[in-house]
């Protein structure tokens, strides 16, 4: 009993941390079941924090991907998992587990730091980026975590991963880590309130105020949105007849929940949108987004390759147009597709948190 226990209080579990498993564990089962992505202001955070549930094998198993592991030495994503789990001393995955085919979640966090006095002399700003994976201690379920560290760009994610270092996040090795592991605090508490997470009263906060930049709705708010789902291609009295129209509904209460999602399919309806099926082919796909984009597209797949599992070659496509392809959560078993400018995904993301308007980033 004492062994257990002794290794038991090695968990990433500290009661006064908010690095921990009891804040982490909530931030996850809110990116598993609610929304996968995150893009907010957080005060004292240059720029965006950016959070994201990534899963191996899926978010590798793509052509861009499998290019990075064939580069990096490897043959598929759960070989580089299990390089990930070596150098995190997690048990590796055997040929028996792989062959199952289950997926394995991590969470990434990234956001700016100011640099150091060293880093200044080379740029601005810092980048930061901590990977979480999930773990058992002294147990047969998840109850703990391992976060991989790397203060690079991940230009080729999977280079990215594995060019990452076991954190200590109580030990920092250097100046830019011990910046980067103060400011994970701020993001983290900031997640917590952004999300209305409840943060354990034991834990030490690092901040003792709200770090959550809210901005003001109003109509502006509506326009800005519609013009960036739209791309511009919506006529200026049909933008703010239609940002009059989504005010109204915002302003109505949460039982009014047919008439406001009726609202927002009715600004769908008004710009270059494709409502499919939960499952559609490749086909489909190539000839609809032709007709929003006004040219022809088509992307190289898999064979026998269908519906979300065709999504990373349709991006890789858009990507040489600087397009992006959105979704609109209807709720139900379809999608309402649209396209959004690369550069303006982050901000439609935020807008989507603040008119309530539940835009999902494939």
Same mark, same amino acid.
């Given at each position: 009993?004492?062994?257990?226990?002794?290794?038991?209080?090695?968990?990433?579990?500290?009661?006064? +941390?908010?690095?921990?498993?009891?804040?982490? =564990?909530?931030?996850?089962? *809110?990116?598993?079941?609610? &929304?996968?992505?995150?893009?907010?202001?957080?005060?004292?955070?240059?720029?965006?924090?950016?959070?994201?549930?990534?899963? @191996?094998?899926?978010?590798?198993?793509?052509?861009?991907?499998? !290019?990075?592991?064939?580069? !990096?030495?490897?043959?598929? %994503?759960?070989?580089?998992?299990?390089?990930?789990?070596?150098?995190?001393?997690?048990?590796?995955? /055997?040929?028996?587990?792989?062959?199952?085919?289950?997926?394995? #979640?991590?969470?990434?966090? &990234?956001?700016?730091?100011? %640099?150091? +006095?060293?880093?200044?002399?080379?740029?601005? &700003?810092?980048?930061?980026? $901590?990977? @979480?994976?999930?773990?058992?201690?002294?147990?047969?379920?998840?109850?703990? $975590?391992?976060?991989?560290? +790397?203060?690079? *760009? $991940?230009?080729?994610?999977?280079?990215?991963?594995?060019?990452?270092?076991?954190?200590?996040?109580?030990?920092?090795?250097?100046?830019?880590? !011990?910046?980067?592991?103060?400011?994970?605090?701020?993001?983290?508490?900031?997640?917590?309130?952004?999300?209305?997470?409840?943060? %354990?009263?034991?834990?030490?906060?690092?901040?003792?105020?709200?770090?959550?930049?809210? +901005?003001?709705?109003?109509?502006?708010?509506?326009?800005?949105?519609?013009?960036?789902?739209?791309?511009?291609?919506?006529?200026?009295?049909?933008?703010?007849? &239609?940002?009059?129209?989504?005010?109204?509904?915002?302003?109505?209460? =949460?039982?009014?929940?047919?008439?406001?999602?009726?609202?927002? $399919? !009715?600004?769908?309806?008004?710009?270059?949108?494709?409502?499919?099926?939960?499952?559609?082919?490749?086909?489909?796909?190539?000839?609809?987004?032709?007709?929003?984009?006004?040219?022809?597209?088509?992307?190289?797949?898999?064979?026998?390759?269908?519906?979300?599992?065709?999504? %990373?070659?349709?991006?890789?496509?858009?990507?040489?147009?600087?397009?992006?392809?959105? /979704?609109? #959560?209807?709720?139900?078993?379809?999608?309402? @597709?649209?396209?959004?400018?690369?550069?303006?995904?982050?901000?439609?993301?935020?807008?989507?948190?603040?008119?309530?308007?539940?835009?999902?980033?494939?």
């Amino acid at each position: 009993m004492k062994s257990f226990f002794t290794n038991l209080f090695n968990r990433n579990n500290d009661p006064k +941390s908010i690095i921990s498993f009891d804040v982490i =564990d909530p931030i996850y089962s *809110h990116l598993y079941n609610v &929304q996968s992505n995150l893009e907010f202001k957080v005060k004292g955070i240059k720029d965006n924090v950016s959070v994201n549930l990534y899963y @191996f094998p899926g978010s590798l198993d793509h052509e861009e991907g499998r !290019a990075e592991i064939k580069k !990096a030495g490897f043959n598929n %994503p759960y070989e580089v998992l299990n390089e990930l789990y070596k150098k995190m001393n997690i048990s590796v995955l /055997s040929q028996e587990t792989i062959e199952e085919g289950l997926e394995y #979640d991590f969470i990434h966090i &990234q956001f700016y730091s100011e %640099p150091t +006095s060293e880093e200044k002399k080379f740029f601005k &700003q810092s980048i930061k980026n $901590f990977t @979480f994976f999930f773990c058992c201690t002294n147990s047969l379920e998840i109850n703990d $975590f391992k976060i991989l560290y +790397s203060g690079q *760009h $991940f230009f080729d994610y999977a280079k990215g991963l594995l060019d990452s270092e076991l954190l200590d996040f109580e030990n920092p090795k250097n100046e830019s880590q !011990a910046k980067g592991i103060n400011d994970l605090k701020l993001v983290l508490q900031g997640i917590c309130q952004y999300l209305n997470i409840e943060i %354990p009263e034991t834990v030490e906060l690092p901040s003792s105020e709200n770090l959550v930049e809210v +901005s003001k709705v109003d109509l502006e708010t509506f326009e800005e949105f519609i013009t960036l789902i739209s791309r511009g291609n919506i006529e200026e009295g049909e933008r703010k007849e &239609q940002a009059e129209e989504l005010f109204i509904n915002y302003k109505r209460p =949460d039982d009014d929940y047919y008439e406001i999602m009726e609202g927002h $399919f !009715a600004l769908f309806e008004n710009i270059d949108a494709w409502n499919s099926d939960w499952k559609f082919d490749p086909e489909d796909a190539e000839y609809f987004i032709s007709e929003m984009i006004g040219e022809d597209l088509n992307f190289e797949y898999p064979e026998e390759t269908y519906s979300h599992d065709l999504f %990373p070659y349709i991006q890789t496509a858009l990507e040489k147009r600087g397009l992006e392809l959105m /979704s609109y #959560d209807t709720k139900g078993d379809n999608y309402l @597709f649209f396209l959004a400018n690369k550069e303006d995904v982050g901000r439609i993301l935020e807008l989507s948190e603040l008119t309530k308007i539940e835009i999902d980033k494939l």
